[in-house]
């Protein structure tokens, strides 16, 4: 007679006392179980790092960071900067960030960009950002700026990419 009810109250006191998962812990393991994106996080263009697998945020200048299993658009492969003396011109800006992030998408990707099907962008401020930089000393004048710079891959046949392009050599 006592067995039943004590068995019952640790069952009780099992229910209220052990903690349970709470349902946003469950949502992100069961995308990340299944590939679904369930919480990507919204980062500021000039924190993105090599490796993160983003979507462009409608909303503005942030991106949506995501598992790379997800459906993405891009995928980060560096980060570096471009210095000048005021703003270049979008020509000179495009000849700069060519020169610093096909070398890594040859780096990132494991083939040339011309043997690849493969393409990169690259993201940089605007006119308006540019000159507003802080400039860095230097020895002579004039004082040069440094703008960041970020380089990603993307897909030319496909809209949405649903994994990871490092070392995918296409």
Same mark, same amino acid.
């Given at each position: 007679? *006592?067995?039943?009810?004590?068995? #019952? %109250?640790?069952?009780?006191?099992?229910?209220?006392? %052990?903690?349970?998962? !709470?349902?946003?812990?469950?949502? *992100?393991?069961? @995308?990340? %179980?299944?590939? +679904?994106?369930?919480?990507?996080?919204?980062?500021? *263009?000039?924190?993105?790092? $090599? #490796?993160?697998? +983003?979507?462009? &945020?409608?909303? @503005?200048?942030?991106?949506? +960071?995501? &598992?790379?299993?997800?459906?993405?658009? /891009? /995928?980060?492969?560096?980060? !570096?900067?471009?210095?000048?003396?005021?703003?270049?011109?979008?020509?000179?800006? /495009?000849? =700069?960030?060519? @020169?610093?992030?096909?070398?890594?998408?040859?780096?990132?990707? #494991?083939?040339?960009?011309?043997?690849?099907?493969?393409?990169?962008?690259?993201?940089? $401020?605007?006119? !308006? #950002?540019?000159? !507003?930089?802080?400039?860095? $000393?230097?020895?002579? *004048?004039? =004082?040069?700026?440094?703008?960041?710079?970020?380089?990603?891959?993307? &897909?030319? &046949?496909?809209?949405?990419?649903?994994?990871?392009?490092?070392?995918?050599?296409?």
């Amino acid at each position: 007679r *006592w067995g039943g009810r004590i068995a #019952g %109250v640790l069952v009780a006191l099992a229910f209220v006392f %052990v903690p349970l998962p !709470s349902s946003g812990w469950l949502l *992100w393991n069961v @995308g990340r %179980v299944f590939h +679904v994106d369930v919480m990507p996080i919204q980062v500021y *263009w000039e924190d993105l790092q $090599p #490796g993160m697998c +983003v979507r462009e &945020d409608p909303n @503005g200048t942030d991106y949506l +960071v995501v &598992d790379c299993n997800a459906e993405h658009q /891009e /995928e980060v492969i560096s980060r !570096s900067t471009l210095a000048s003396v005021g703003w270049p011109g979008d020509a000179a800006v /495009e000849d =700069m960030a060519g @020169g610093k992030c096909k070398p890594a998408f040859a780096t990132y990707v #494991g083939l040339e960009l011309d043997e690849s099907r493969l393409d990169f962008d690259f993201v940089t $401020p605007d006119e !308006s #950002g540019w000159n !507003s930089l802080k400039p860095i $000393p230097v020895l002579r *004048w004039p =004082m040069i700026g440094r703008a960041t710079l970020i380089c990603t891959v993307w &897909d030319l &046949d496909h809209d949405q990419i649903t994994r990871a392009l490092r070392g995918a050599h296409e």
